[in-house]
Nanobody, 115 residues
Framework: QVQLVESGGGLVQPGGSLRLSCAASGDPVSIYTMGWYRQAPGKVRELVAS????????YAVADVRGRFTISRDNAKNTVYLQMNTLKPEDTAVYYC????????WGRGTQVTVSS
């Protein structure tokens, strides 16, 4: 099993950057497919980006490609989401997930993009 804690969210102006962290305890994140999801008010939770145990990355939301980067630091047992050129529509609670069939979720971190 793995326990996940997200951090790094906050209020940022449009065009700004944030780096979200998903710190894991228990199992190593390297054995899981890790994903960052987001849920905006009134909307369903959606997959933003994922990284497999082999290090393959996927960006499921077309609008984040080229702006967001998912990465993993095995030594720190942490997964990151670097978010650049943020837009108001990126505002959401961002969640970290481990696994594909049997999954574990963090509690989320709020990202607000507003001037």
């Amino acid at each position: 099993q793995v326990q996940l804690v997200e951090s790094g969210g906050g209020l940022v102006q449009p065009g700004g950057s944030l780096r979200l962290s998903c710190a894991a305890s228990g199992d190593p994140v390297s054995i899981y497919t890790m994903g960052w999801y987001r849920q905006a008010p009134g909307k369903v939770r959606e997959l933003v980006a994922s990284i497999t145990s082999a290090g393959l990355t996927n960006y499921a939301v077309a609008d984040v490609r080229g702006r967001f980067t998912i990465s993993r630091d095995n030594a720190k047992n942490t997964v990151y989401l670097q978010m650049n050129t943020l837009k108001p529509e990126d505002t959401a609670v961002y969640y970290c997930k481990a696994g594909v069939h049997f999954v574990f979720w963090g509690r989320g971190t709020q990202v607000t993009v507003s001037s």
